[in-house]
């Protein structure tokens, strides 16, 4: 039963596969075949078919087995009409023998030309098949892909233009993204009208915005009328208080003037009927005395009445003097005031206090006003030092800060202020300064210029010396007129008579009870007065509210904050219009619809392809054409690939399908393999080691830069800020890895602290200074610590006593803390020339700063030249350039550990050179020729001769020693350059120097072409 059930089962294997469009190749197993071309190819003959792969009439040659023996094989010649190449095919059934399957090739300029012949079975030929062959190039273990052959049918290759036909029109449907997306995708119309709407509302609020601001902006009404409330309040209480405070003023003056009036009534006991007459009277009796004596002494001369007249006049003048000084001397003055001065004012010596006291308060606002500007004036000179001081240490230019300018200025100030204002300088007319009374104008303009003053008035009266008062009273002189008449009328005259009585000019009374009661009536207390006064002003301030209610400016719901709520409303839907993006309202008005069909498409074009392209044609195959079921295909492959250090020996196999129009597949079996030996210059290597001699020192150096963040006017390293905290730390680390190194030793450390220009120079260096003490501090802080953390081995010998006898330091770390050294550089103006130089993205006046960094000596000067002159590049230095000169540089100087000497010479291998004959072993000729190219070498040559730069490995050959292999090369050479005599007398030259040379030249093409043109080697058999 089970022997039944599986014959059933095979004989349905065997119908389903004998139905099958491929049974027949199942059955009898056609392959497709590979073969090497033959190094000799005939005349194609013209295609009398116009296809692209037509046979031509057979041609005979001769193939060489592996056992030498020769078989005559029909050969031939197809002509392909697209690669335009002749393909040369053995003419056996279904099968191809090749001449041989393994073949010789030589590698150029490193490239291997790899050729076959690859062969189609008519069985593998049908209108409605696909025929891919797949060549597959092995490099050792690796397989490479080659470029794929196909051949396809007539009713096939139509089925595929049919199906890129229906897959042209569905993309066509697909919209391409070089149209216009918003005039495809957008309906323009709808959202043209939405901007319109929305630019209508826009406006609306805009202008809704403007109402409520300017309704915000104005005041409060109800504050307004607050405000005048409490206006009108103020005024009437301050008009009440001025009223209360004159009704008090105006009630002390009237009672004053009642008790003066009164003491004076109780006081006033002598009352002269007229208080000048006594005096008057007194001076008359006197003078009328004195004249009568003098009439009466007729034993006077004239001479001694004009002596005497003149001694009269000087003790008048005396008295008038000292009564200048009285009342009544004041009293006189007024009344020649009134009479003699134009324009003056009836009782201005009333005003001579007054006066007073204006002047000296001008004098004091005056004086206020000058200690106003004086003071100003100092402050701003304070702050023009402070401003000169930073600008000095900043080292910025200071020359523009003049300080004495500012005095000047506010002196000027003052003065024009002073002037402008009469109260600052008006000073009231002093009335000493008027001629006294006794004193004639013109007698007053003639002897003094002074102003009259109490001293002026004594230097004036002293002025009227005796010997000019004598000189006028002198006999015949103008003080002694004549007597005039005498007899009965001098009689007539009662001045030598008339005497005043004195008693008479005199009223004596005492004051009664009324005066003495009006005195103590009119006695007044004004501050009781006042104070009465003032308690009703505050009667009245407190009975009536109009004048101290005061309104409280305050509204707890004002007007401008409901319109700022309204403002700040139409502010956010006018500021959301603002932020709308068109490019986000136009997707408002997509066709959504349109757009997602066309992007479905897009999405699935590579998945329509694979539907309706079930065999898509491949673009970089290396044939792909239409054949006819006439005769077996023949194509000759021919490429050239990359040579490799697995190039030396590669297999070439081919391995394919065949695909029905139905889609079934048929995998073709692997053909035969194909073998090439790949011949090159490497067999010529010379592998010969090179040395070099290397100089060892014992110092060295390590250098590292480092830039550290300082705040302006400080000098104190702040590690919090990240910049600082990275630098120490690349600092600690160098120093880590120096101190650990198994070669060197530190022998010391030295900061070389640079500032930048700007500023003074000595300023600068100060600052460098103490950074870098600041840097140093913190990194002997950080290298004690890691000084400690690091082990020491150390060996001690100790005595009984427990004392160290020895003590030995094996592999001991430097203190590097107390190898610390620092050198400072005030201004780096070397390290920015540098930069200025090597700066790629510096725009500006390179040159012309250049030429002032090194013409100027001044570094202050240079700096101040660069910054007037140069604005813009200076603001870039000052970005750019300057924080990089203000780094810090670090030099560790370096010792071998161990060594004494300071040179030793060693030799060692040319690592490098070793480097460069390992990659041309492995067939990398650009990397070794950059590292050949130095040595001019064999290896050299070989490298410039596998790139194809004949010439140049020509003349590294030509100064070579001219061995075999030497000559050989030559020869090759030569032959390229087409110089074939010069290349086989070099060969033949090799081959005596080396007989493997021959055997050598069948397996490089150039020489042999030339054995073979030339008949070389034809005695030797093995030729």
């Known amino acids: ?255 004053w003037w009642q008790y003066d009036r009164a003491l004076a009534r109780v006081n006033d006991t002598l009352h002269y009927q007229n208080k000048y007459l006594l005096e008057r009277f007194r001076f008359f009796n006197d003078k009328w005395a004195n004249y009568a004596k003098r009439q009466a002494g007729d034993s006077l001369t004239r001479a001694d009445n004009a002596k005497a007249r003149a001694e009269a006049l000087i003790a008048r003048k005396s008295y008038f003097h000292d009564r200048a000084l009285s009342a009544a001397a004041w009293q006189a003055e007024r009344e020649f005031n009134l009479e003699r001065e134009t324009g003056s004012e009836p009782g201005a010596r009333i005003y001579s206090s007054r006066f007073d006291y204006f002047n000296e308060k001008m004098e004091r606002l005056d004086a206020g006003l000058y200690r106003y500007y004086r003071i100003k004036g100092a402050r701003a000179e304070k702050k023009e030092n402070l401003k000169f001081l930073r600008a000095f240490l900043a080292g910025n230019d200071t020359t523009h800060l003049n300080r004495e300018q500012l005095t000047e200025k506010y002196i000027r100030r003052y003065e024009k202020v002073k002037n402008f204002l009469p109260m600052f300088h008006y000073r009231r007319p002093d009335l000493d300064t008027l001629p006294p009374s006794w004193i004639t104008e013109t007698q007053y303009k003639e002897r003094t210029g002074r102003p009259d003053t109490l001293q002026t008035r004594k230097v004036l009266l002293s002025q009227f010396s005796k010997e000019e008062i004598y000189a006028y009273y002198e006999p015949h002189g103008p003080g002694m007129p004549d007597r005039g008449p005498s007899g009965f009328f001098r009689g007539l005259l009662p001045l030598p008579t008339y005497h005043r009585i004195l008693p008479d000019s005199v009223q004596r009374r005492t004051p009664g009870p009324k005066a003495f009661r009006d005195l103590e009536l009119s006695r007044i207390d004004s501050a009781a007065t006042l104070d009465r006064y003032m308690r009703r002003y505050e009667t009245l301030r407190s009975a009536y509210p109009q004048y101290h ?146 100089i060892v020192t014992r110092d060295a150096e390590a250098n590292t830069s480092v830039n550290f963040y300082f705040p302006k006017n400080r000098f104190s390293l702040d590690e919090s800020i990240d910049v600082n905290r990275k630098g120490v730390k690349q600092v600690r680390d160098l120093t880590l890895a120096l101190m650990t190194d198994p070669v060197y030793i530190i022998d010391s450390l030295t900061l070389f602290a640079t500032s930048s220009p700007e500023g003074n120079w000595g300023v600068n260096g100060e600052i460098a200074r103490k950074r870098a003490e600041s840097i140093r501090n913190i990194l002997v802080r950080d290298f004690t610590q890691l000084y400690d953390s690091l082990a020491v081995g150390v060996s001690m010998e100790m005595d009984e006593a427990g004392n160290i006898r020895r003590r030995e330091v094996k592999d001991e770390i430097p203190n590097l803390p107390q190898l610390i050294k620092i050198r400072t550089i005030p201004e780096g103006w070397d390290k920015l020339r540098h930069l200025i130089v090597e700066d790629k993205h510096f725009v500006g006046n390179r040159g012309a700063i250049l030429r002032i960094i090194d013409d100027e000596p001044e570094p202050d000067r240079r700096e101040w030249l660069i910054k007037s002159r140069y604005k813009t590049e200076y603001a870039y230095m000052l970005d750019k350039l300057y924080p990089s000169v203000r780094a810090v540089d670090f030099r560790f100087t370096l010792s071998r550990r161990g060594m004494q000497q300071d040179t030793v010479y060693t030799t060692e291998p040319d690592t490098a050179y070793a480097r460069g004959v390992e990659c041309l072993e492995k067939r990398k000729y650009a990397q070794a020729l950059e590292i050949l190219r130095p040595y001019e070498d064999m290896n050299t040559g070989i490298a410039y001769m596998s790139l194809g730069y004949d010439k140049a490995a020509l003349r590294i050959f030509g100064n070579l020693p001219q061995t075999a292999d030497i000559k050989y090369m030559q020869a090759i050479l030569q032959a390229r350059l087409g110089n074939e005599e010069q290349a086989v007398r070099l060969l033949l030259s090799a081959v005596d120097m080396n007989e493997k040379m021959k055997f050598r030249a069948n397996l490089d093409p150039e020489l042999s072409a030339l054995v073979k043109k030339y008949g070389l080697f034809k005695e030797e058999d093995d030729w």
């Open 549 to 694: 209610l005061i309104r409280e400016l305050y509204n707890i719901h004002p007007p401008a904050l409901r319109h700022a709520a309204l403002q700040a409303g139409y502010g956010e839907r006018i500021a959301r219009i603002n932020s709308l993006d068109s490019t986000a309202l136009v997707k408002m008005f997509y066709k959504t619809q349109k757009i997602a069909r066309n992007e479905a498409r897009k999405a699935m074009k590579d998945e329509k392809f694979r539907d309706i392209v079930r065999h898509p044609f491949n673009p970089e195959a290396k044939l792909d054409t239409v054949i006819y079921a006439a005769d077996q295909v023949r194509f000759l492959y021919s490429q050239k690939v990359p040579a490799d250090e697995n190039s030396a020996r590669m297999k070439v196999y081919v391995v394919g399908n065949v695909l029905n129009s139905n889609g079934s597949e048929y995998p073709l079996p692997k053909s035969d393999t194909l073998t090439f030996l790949v011949s090159s210059m490497t067999k010529f290597i010379d592998k010969t080691p090179r040395f070099v001699r290397k």
């Open 1 to 255: 039963m089970r022997s039944t059930k599986s014959f059933y089962i095979l004989f349905l294997i065997m119908v389903i596969t004998a139905c099958t469009p491929f049974g027949r190749l199942y059955k009898e197993q056609p392959r497709v075949t590979l073969a090497l071309p033959t190094s000799g190819q005939s005349t194609p003959v013209a295609a009398a078919k116009p296809d692209s792969a037509i046979a031509a009439p057979p041609l005979n040659f001769v193939f060489v087995s592996d056992k030498g023996d020769s078989i005559p094989v029909g050969m031939s010649v197809e002509w392909d009409s697209i690669n335009k190449e002749n393909l040369t095919t053995m003419a056996l059934d279904e099968i191809v023998v090749s001449a041989s399957s393994t073949r010789n090739t030589a590698e150029r300029n490193g490239l291997i030309n790899v050729e076959f012949v690859v062969t189609v079975p008519r069985a593998l030929q049908q209108d409605n098949w696909m025929v891919n062959v797949r060549p597959v190039l092995m490099r050792g273990d690796m397989p490479d892909s080659l470029k794929e052959l196909r051949f396809t049918g007539q009713r096939f290759r139509e089925l595929q233009e049919r199906d890129y036909r229906r897959y042209d029109r569905f993309v066509e449907k697909i919209i391409p993204d070089s149209v216009n997306f918003y005039r495809t995708y957008v309906d323009y119309r709808s959202f043209e009208r939405y901007l319109d709407r929305l630019k209508w509302y826009k406006r609306g609020l805009e202008k809704r915005w403007a109402i409520q601001d300017a309704k915000k902006r104005r005041p409060d009404p109800l504050l307004l009328r607050f405000e005048m409330f409490n206006r009108h309040s103020a005024e009437r209480d301050s008009l009440l208080k001025d009223r209360m405070l004159g009704n008090s003023y105006r009630m002390i003056t009237r009672r």
